[in-house]
């Protein structure tokens, strides 16, 4: 498949992008910070203790070197910027990294917030028509995102399932994101519709990828990509959930934008998120919370509540409420 022609608009995005990623100071790195350092690489994969680093230069094109990390480093993660130094051998060794503009992460096993990407732009939140898309999803992912300071953009895959038993319940749903304000964009990786309004919104930035596994991550790279670059797995088709492909977060150069790819999960709980997050993850609930006659206002049986009289009064949608009450009671019951 052809490369598609970035526009000029595109091209300017990347190459301001590109000129800011390498510091412009010179000197060498004292400790394990870089931020008053020349960075002369960025964590494009991470493999346990070893490292995908892309080279960083002015005066050549990209490589990549398989590097150790000093171990007094902190975990690293894919887009992290860092100072690395030639080995014995053909491989490199890390020795400082730069301050994290911002970083994605999602809970381990723990429950614990764990770092899956760093220095981002945007964050793309993928679902689809198969697997089934549903709100509380989606909405756990945009608590999560805003509590990291992070954009989100919501991304429905798999527009050519659309039918006439599942269209009308997706678009209601896509409705009332677009309606509080969030960027919907519907595409299909299979026919290529949408994929060239998403190209215009992504170009020049750095975005990562989370959903479920199944809904077409692998896919959607492929199609930004013009290639198949990455292994795409197929859906079970007894459950409609996807198998794992992508196992560890790794970086990819397109023709308009970087993109992250991370491990498929399908669940997205929030243990590490407190009640005011959760909230303040809910805007137009946030919004009038202030409002409610108790400043403890639960949001469900208390006289005086501003968000329940909103939602009686058809300003906010009781989806979205019942949303937000449902993933509370999963964090009081974990």
């Known amino acids: ?168 319940e997706i678009d209601n749903m896509l409705s009332i994101y677009q309606s509080l304000g969030y960027s919907v964009h519907r595409v299909s990786t299979l026919s290529g519709a949408g994929i060239a309004e998403l190209e215009e919104s992504l170009a020049g930035l750095t975005t990562v990828l989370v959903g479920q596994s199944g809904v077409g991550k692998s896919s959607l790279v492929n199609r930004l990509g013009f290639d198949e670059i990455t292994e795409v797995g197929d859906l079970s088709l007894g459950k409609y959930k996807g198998t794992h492909k992508t196992t560890t977060a790794r970086l990819y150069h397109l023709p308009g934008c970087d993109l992250i790819d991370s491990p498929g999960i399908r669940e997205f709980n929030l243990p590490h998120i407190t009640q005011a997050q959760l909230l303040s993850g809910f805007k137009e609930l946030h919004q009038l919370a202030g409002d409610c006659r108790f400043r403890d206002c639960s949001h469900q049986s208390e006289p005086g509540c501003a968000i329940k009289e909103a939602v009686e009064q058809g300003t906010v949608f009781r989806e979205r409420l019942d949303s937000y009450l449902r993933i509370l009671q999963m964090m009081e019951d974990s």
């Open 1 to 168: 498949m052809s490369k598609r022609r970035l526009s000029k608009q595109q091209q300017a995005r990347i190459t301001e992008k590109q000129q800011k990623e390498i510091v412009v100071n010179s000197e060498s790195a004292t400790g394990t910070s870089a931020s008053a350092t020349r960075c002369n690489g960025r964590i494009i994969s991470h493999f346990g203790k070893q490292l995908d680093v892309e080279v960083l230069s002015e005066d050549s094109p990209p490589t990549v070197i398989r590097c150790h990390q000093r171990a007094n480093l902190p975990d690293l993660v894919t887009g992290d910027l860092v100072v690395w130094e030639q080995g014995s051998d053909e491989t490199g060794v890390i020795v400082a990294v730069a301050d994290r503009k911002n970083m994605f992460a999602r809970p381990d096993s723990g429950g614990n917030p764990k770092a899956v990407a760093a220095n981002i732009d945007i964050v793309l939140v993928v679902f689809a028509v198969l697997p089934q898309a549903f709100m509380n999803l989606i909405d756990r992912y945009l608590v999560a995102i805003d509590s990291l300071g992070l954009e989100p953009l919501l991304v429905l895959n798999k527009v050519d399932l659309l039918n006439s038993g599942n269209t009308q």
